[in-house]
T-cell receptor, first 112, second 111 residues
């Protein structure tokens, strides 16, 4: 099966909070990442969390990591239309380097 | 340059032809990755270079795919005898630590 799994689609109303979820299988992953891909654009790193942390907050973004359940989430507060994009969860495999394994991406649609 | 540069940005090729895709990483970045993204899908790992170590080629889908990198410089991804299923965006990323920076990708269309 896939190493990293995400739901494919999320629709939220402008101003509400969005929560994008991700599960991974490798308990030895060192870092977990959230990337954003806007239409026709490359991937942009939003944030990342080290595997020994539970939470990381950066302005409107909150990352929660449940290492026991191998569950990662990204919460976007006060979601705006500019947040509409595909959000990819990724884990880095151990082994001396950060080989990134990505999920299939969650398409976030923000509507008025 | 300031970021990861990939060329060409778009490539249309006939089935059976060979193509070469180029990636210029950020200067000083020892790690370089190639990924493939098919339409509407996630990123599929292809190959990873780290300095002068042997590359991790575990993601290359067939022996028609190969990649080279000399030291910490430019990398080329070569696809021989292209097939229609090779149509995708090929993304390159470079890193010197925790964060990987992605290029804009090369959109390959095999007709």
């Amino acid at each position: 099966g896939e190493d990293v799994e995400q739901s494919l689609f999320l629709s939220v109303r402008e101003g509400d909070s969005s929560v994008i979820n991700c599960t991974y299988t490798d308990s030895s992953s060192t870092y977990l990442y959230w990337y954003k891909q806007e239409p026709g654009a490359g991937l942009q790193l939003l944030t990342y969390i080290f595997s020994n942390m539970d939470m990381k907050q950066d302005q409107r973004l909150t990352v929660l990591l449940n290492k026991k359940d191998k569950h990662l989430s990204l919460r976007i507060a006060d979601t705006q239309t500019g947040d509409s994009a595909i959000y990819f969860c990724a884990e880095s495999k151990p082994g001396g380097y950060n080989k990134l394994i990505f999920g299939a991406g969650t398409r976030l649609a923000v509507h008025p | 340059g300031a970021g990861v540069s990939q060329s060409p940005s778009n490539k249309v090729t006939e089935k059976g032809k060979d193509v070469e895709l180029r990636c210029d990483p950020i200067s000083g970045h020892t790690a370089l990755y190639w990924y493939r993204q098919r339409l509407g899908q996630g990123l599929e790992f292809l190959i990873y270079f780290q300095g002068n170590s042997a590359p991790d080629k575990s993601g290359l889908p067939s022996d028609r795919f190969s990649a080279e990198r000399t030291g910490e410089s430019v990398s080329t991804l070569t696809i021989q005898r292209t097939q229609q299923e090779d149509s995708a965006v090929y993304l390159c990323a470079s890193s010197r630590g925790t964060e990987a920076f992605f290029g804009q990708g090369t959109r390959l269309t095999v007709v």
